[in-house]
């Protein structure tokens, strides 16, 4: 070989591994390219606003054995910046929507208007009710028209949620404001000594991302490859207010989490490491208050935790932060209040018994950006993928292949049913997660398995809730019978 040509192959090599290193490294290269620093812009005069509290829904029957709700999904418009004016959609008004607050035991009507020019549905994200009230793709909502679900709540308290969940749109949906609470109340959620005052001592947060463009408009507009994984803004907003702040007294305060993002995991913390108690995950209270530095939430997760501010004094400025930015500032009130202890026991949450699954499935979630698949499908309405029987109970084993760099894993969501984590990787899962829940986080290379009872007959989704995966096909379909 003349050295003409060693040099030749030499070039070759080196130009290939330069690929490969560029290749592997895309999501980062695209997130460098595209730093919008139109938000900085957007931000720098910026004062506090009061963080919203979201107003609870009215509940037009008069007989307390019923409820009855009204809702409207429209197009809104909503001031995040000052003198901006950003196109929205809303639930009654222009972002977000209001709190639907329901006892166990009540029977429910919620009739929801679509006044959007596209199709919608409203899906009530962790209650149990059969399917053809559960809001999803098969509940359309056509524009103008009115769907009307009716249920009754059997379940204990909890913190629920509702978003649509239209075939290929959801995400868009929910990005441009659609999503609200719905709590459930029961005589354990009433007897506790736990702050329950609601938007003074028991607060909501609706913690979602958003990136906007120069102009203020929101920005749904994300390469759809399989690099990029999802849609993440770049600024962190609490109840739709961006960069808030909230009068806090110096006592026990109740915070009710969502992690109502399209595709983003969050990390939670107080900004000064203090410790707080988790007492509720999706599905209701935990047995007892896990003591936390932070908890991590994944896409359509809830938490409820309890946080002591008795012993800061006026002038301290303590703030939650979500991934390592102030979502939140706290300002310390004079008010002293404190009556409150961090209870010892919550309620009874007694184990599914792995002896009684009579069936066992395996759910392999593969890929990543818009290539997403499970167990090798893409999600078909005409084609139901599982057939379960009624009041029967199993054991689903979900597991994350084929993950590339930078991607986050799958946030995995079962409708119709509250289940039980049983492992992560054949570990017992975290004290926090021994509690109900309807979603749970797979990391990558994790199999998690949950057990669960299916109450309720009809046609149900299970699916990725990072809302892109989501939209491109990371769903299926089971049959409760
Ligand atoms: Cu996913």
Known sequence: MDNKMKFFIALIVILSLAGLLIFSNLPLVYNILNTNPQDANLLSNETLDELFIPEILENESEDPSNAIFSLEAKKGSKTFFQGINTPTYGYNGDFLGPVIRVNKGQNVTINVRNSLDEHTTTHWHGLIVDGDNDGGPHQMIKSDEIWEANFMIEQPAATLWYHPHIMDITGKQVYMGLAGLFYIDDEISASLDIPKDYGVDDIPLIIQDRSFDRNGNLVYDFPQNMMNDGMIGDIIMINGTVNPNFQIRKDLMRFRILNGSNANLYTIRISDNSTFYQIASDGGFLEKPVSLKELTLSSGERAEILVDFSSYTKGDVPSLVVNNNTALNFEIDDVENSSYAIPEYLTEVPRIDIEKASNQRAFRLQGMGNMVSINGKIMDMSRIDEFVSLNSTEIWEVTTVGQMMHSLGHPFHIHGVKFQVISRNDNP??????????????????????????????????????????DAGMMGQFKVE
């Open 429 to 470: 899962p975290p004290e926090n997660e021994m509690g109900w829940k309807d979603t749970v986080m797979v990391y990558p290379a994790e199999t998690v398995k949950v057990i669960m009872q299916f109450t309720k007959p009809g046609l149900f989704m299970y699916h990725c809730h990072n809302l892109e995966h989501e």
